[in-house]
């Protein structure tokens, strides 16, 4: 392991990666298996347990729902204890998955009555397919063109009744007919800090590991309040704590871990501390386009957008102005760097 970039053996951050296999294997294990067990979103549980206790009276299937909120934050654990509690079975599939009206049928007509249907990244699918959906949301149906030009004709399928979970980040990229299909709308918010340290408590004894309440405290501050990078980081800290010490995760090893990680403080890594600088140093603070920002970091745009600007926004770093992104003054602070006025502002 290379000390000098603060990457994992996988070479990759344990922020910022993309979700592997092996993080599934832990989501599952780590995944809450009941809404007790469920910690933080306290207003989202009240709301659900309202739609799905009401829907469970009269003996029908929930109306279809949506979460939107940066990634990590529970969509996808929400939706599997929204099928749990109807007592119902969940299909997982996403908007780039589905690329053609041929696998959305498949999809939709292997449902049975009352399955909840989890769309992930639902901004991500295409508009043929999304026409496809309009009807299946609202009579399930599903109106299938066969045959192209004055042959062509229209087949009407009838689907089961199914509950449609949608998942996104970028809300602003859903249209808003797909928008209004969806009976309740809900935002995932970053969690509170103890609800983090609640998670990792939970999450520690889950794994069978001895985790000293000033470690879970540490792991906690730097988990960008989000659950799936707590259990990342709770994992790395573990693999230290087998290596260099007795396997007990405690506040010295918690310590060094992230250090050696070069996850600073406040979460950040050298990514997100790039970006920071490049807008102090080469934009003068700016404000920047996504774009120009993109190509002076080397980063993706999407990238920015659903991993790193969500944080430094919630931490106060970044804000968005009608011109492009700006660094405020804790930003400056935080890289000890001197604060200028942003006179392109004045
Ligand atoms: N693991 C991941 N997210 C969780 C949550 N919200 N509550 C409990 N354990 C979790």
New binding site residues.
């Given amino acids: 392991m290379s000390r000098s970039n603060g990457k994992t053996a996988l070479g990759q951050s344990p922020l910022r990666r993309k979700t592997t296999e092996e993080d599934k294997i832990l ?1 599952l294990t ?3 298996k009941n809404w007790e ?5 306290a207003k989202v549980k009240r709301n659900l347990g309202i739609i799905i206790g009401a829907a469970k009276k009269r003996n029908e299937s929930p109306e279809h729902l949506l979460f939107y909120g940066a990634s990590g934050l ?1 969509k996808t ?1 929400i939706s599997y204890l929204i099928a749990k509690e109807l007592g119902m079975n969940i299909k997982v599939t996403s908007g780039p998955a589905i690329e053609k009206a041929g696998d959305l049928a498949a999809i939709l007509t292997n449902l049975s009555d009352g399955d909840v249907l989890f769309l992930d990244e639902c901004h991500r699918i295409n508009k043929v397919c999304e026409e496809y959906l309009y009807p299946a949301m609202e009579e399930f149906k599903l109106n299938l063109i066969m045959g192209k030009g004055p042959l062509a004709r229209t087949m009407e399928l009838k689907l089961p009744r199914f509950t449609l979970v949608g998942a996104t980040t970028r809300i602003a990229l859903l249209s808003s007919p797909l928008r209004s299909r969806f009976g309740a709308t809900f935002q995932l918010n970053f ?1 509170e800090l103890e ?1 983090i340290e ?2 990792i408590q ?2 520690s004894q889950v794994l069978g590991l001895e985790t000293e309440p000033e470690a879970i405290k540490i792991i906690a501050q730097r988990s960008r309040f989000t ?2 990078v ?2 990342r980081l709770l994992k790395r800290v573990r693999d230290f704590a087998q290596m260099e010490g007795e396997g007990i995760i405690t506040k010295k090893i918690a310590e060094s871990a992230l250090e050696f990680l070069e996850i600073d403080e406040k979460g950040l890594e050298s990514g997100d501390k790039r970006i920071l600088e490049v807008i102090v140093k080469k934009f003068d603070g700016g404000p920047v386009g996504l774009q120009a920002l993109a190509a002076a970091t080397s980063e993706e745009e999407d990238t920015i957008l659903d991993i790193y600007e969500p944080y430094l926004m919630q931490l106060g770093f970044i804000e968005r102005t009608p011109r492009g992104r700006i660094t405020t003054k804790i930003a400056y602070q935080h890289l000890g760097i001197k604060y200028k006025v942003n006179q392109t502002l004045l």
């Fill in positions: 989501d780590l995944r809450p067990e469920y910690i933080g979103q529970g654990t969690y609800d609640k998670i939970r999450s659950p799936r707590a259990n």
